[in-house]
T-cell receptor
Framework: NAGVTQTPKFQVLKTGQSMTLQCAQD?????MSWYRQDPGMGLRLIHY???????DQGEVPNGYNVSRSTTEDFPLRLLSAAPSQTSVYFC????????????FGEGSRLTVL | GEDVEQSLFLSVREGDSSVINCTYT??????LYWYKQEPGAGLQLLTY???NMDMKQDQRLTVLLNKKDKHLSLRIADTQTGDSAIYFC???????????WGLGTSLAVNP
């Protein structure tokens, strides 16, 4: 099992560009989520999904879109990147009946110039 | 809203015990977690405790929970340089089924 796989690991964007961070898991987990990690801010939840076809907003959803067409994949889209979106992004998944146990990807470091 | 607080830094000598503390405000907590993040990596689950337990031991790790004071601690015995990492405390709320994170404690282990 590969676990949770995120791509790309590093990305540099210019302000206004769009991009998609990919996340895939092979554990048949129902719950998937995206976090951003910034110095002094800890982990903040962007969007999450409790199953295919179902998504919901976390605490910092503005500027990001998600979709969940399959159980395995949960891409995060930045429609018009801003310098404030410079961060490390983590995808995490949890099993059915999610109770807080999360499996994290290795992270995607995004810089917006 | 609910909150989880941790001290930001801890420095210990190799071979000593480390104690990382966490306080939370959630009255409907069901599970309390400790996650570890090594440099440049994602978080990994270290251990957890049910909110109706007082203590859990797992090899070098001991988790203590004081429900009255809403205080959680993680003790690492015989701390090694490989234990240098950021340790996150997290509270799973039974009310809204959300995970509430602390800001993380950066543990530095000095030889």
């Amino acid at each position: 099992n590969a676990g949770v796989t995120q791509t790309p690991k590093f990305q540099v964007l210019k302000t206004g560009q769009s991009m998609t961070l990919q996340c895939a898991q092979d554990m048949n987990h129902e719950y998937m989520s995206w976090y951003r990690q910034d110095p002094g801010m800890g982990l903040r939840l962007i969007h999450y999904s409790v199953g295919a076809g179902i998504t919901d907003q976390g605490e910092v959803p503005n500027g990001y879109n998600v979709s969940r067409s399959t159980t395995e994949d949960f891409p995060l889209r930045l429609l018009s990147a801003a310098p404030s979106q410079t961060s490390v992004y983590f995808c995490a998944s949890g099993a059915s009946g999610y109770t807080g146990e999360l499996f994290f990807g290795e992270g995607s470091r995004l810089t917006v110039l | 809203g609910e909150d989880v607080e941790q001290s930001l830094f801890l420095s210990v000598r190799e071979g000593d015990s480390s104690v990382i503390n966490c306080t939370y405000t959630d009255s409907s907590s069901t599970y309390l977690y400790w996650y570890k993040q090594e440099p440049g990596a994602g978080l990994q689950l270290l251990t957890y405790i049910f909110s109706n337990m007082d203590m859990k031991q797992d090899q070098r790790l001991t988790v203590l929970l004081n429900k009255k004071d809403k205080h959680l601690s993680l003790r690492i015995a015989d701390t090694q340089t490989g234990d240098s990492a950021i340790y996150f405390c997290a509270d799973f709320s039974g009310n809204n089924r959300k995970l509430i994170w602390g800001l993380g404690t950066s543990l530095a282990v000095n030889p």
